[in-house]
DNA sequence: TAGATTGTTAATCGATTAACAATC
DNA sequence: TAGATTGTTAATCGATTAACAATC
């Protein structure tokens, strides 16, 4: 088929398939089917054919999906066979954590710019990063030519940073801070809220 | 209504209206409507009422809905009226900013042990708690009585460390691991996974 | 070939929305 | 009362699943 027209929830779970098959092919692995990954991702397998169907034809019958040739796939149409530069605002606790982790390069992301507003952070180094000040966000962000930003500042301050990054020609935002933010409706925002996750959970316990 | 079998995603849409109704009271406010929280959230009104209506009737037809009373409601439906002590295993970066997050607190939340392999890292102590070894941890959440824990160690360990959690008696893990992990049925899993949100939203970029 | 698994169709299932009587 | 907003019903919309012809 391969419709340009993706059900937004379809394309949240490719990350999820492209994350088992790049495992996968780390094991060495070359082949697997709709069947393997379902089991391996409580994911139905005919969601999971159906799914990738939106995108084209990756596997052959009677055989199964190629992992490397799959993941190459989804890299692709998940835009992330390159690397985004990514801004990070807020280096706090969580804006260390995220500027220090190692997971981003393979999944198609580097942080290369970090910004806060405490006098005594900006200066710091980390990893080659200087810490700038938040004042100098927008000349940054145009000059790298960056469009993914984190966003890791108190809530109070989050949507006015939010304005600034979308000011600066953002255009997908990956928001921390637990609150909502608006933002023009061709910029892209994800919200990370743990707690809300563990609420989700404490409903069934007890 | 007020049945007790609501799906799923209206529950996970339970910490949402939470959060929304708890800034609201902190504001001051003492009434909202399904249409305002419709506007702050995203969500239409229509959901949001029909959500609510799973749970119970917490409105008055020409006013709206009393913060405070609904807030509490939903606490108590989310089983956060009281907080759930919380095991937290991994204290690498991650570890250390989820430890020195104050932000669990206020949702029903506290973190009272730490749990890492790493010899340097045991006996450290942040915020009155001890980090422990791993091999402890058993004991501690038994001793305790904990139900709850955060995953915040590598992929490679997150499966061994479930594993331990789960016959140790947690019966609700948030795995910041980007890796499926298998529990039982009676056992709540969420994930947390950024490079995930952020392939979610590159691939409307570009 | 025989066996296996895809891609797709049609059926089912579930979630969202629109609309409105009830009523504060 | 008049205006506003809930809770709920019925309709719509969309996602998931089951099944199987196609075919490797």
Do not use: C
């Amino acid at each position: 088929m391969a419709s340009n027209e993706a059900p937004d929830i379809v394309v949240g779970r490719l990350p999820i398939y492209l994350r088992a098959l790049t495992f996968m092919a780390e094991e060495g692995r070359e082949i697997t089917s709709s069947q393997e990954l379902s089991e391996k991702l409580g994911i139905s397998s005919a969601q999971i054919r159906k799914d990738l169907s939106h995108f084209g034809e990756f596997g052959k019958q009677g055989t199964g999906y190629e992992i490397a040739y799959l993941r190459d796939q989804l890299k692709r149409i998940l835009h992330v066979e390159h690397t985004w530069p990514v801004a990070l605002a807020g280096y706090g606790d969580l804006g260390h954590a995220l500027a220090n982790y190692g997971g981003f390069a393979a999944k198609g992301f580097e942080i290369v710019a970090l910004f806060d507003t405490a006098p005594h952070k900006i200066g710091q180094e980390l990893a080659g990063k200087q810490v700038r000040d938040l004042a100098e966000l927008p000349t940054v962000v145009r000059e790298k030519n960056i469009k993914v930003a984190i966003v890791a500042v108190p809530s109070a301050e989050a949507q006015g940073v939010a304005n600034m990054l979308v000011e600066s020609g953002i255009k997908a935002i990956l928001n921390y801070a637990p609150i909502n933010i608006s933002v023009p409706a061709d910029v892209q925002v994800q919200y990370i809220d743990p707690a809300a996750h563990l609420q989700h959970m404490t409903y069934y316990l007890e």
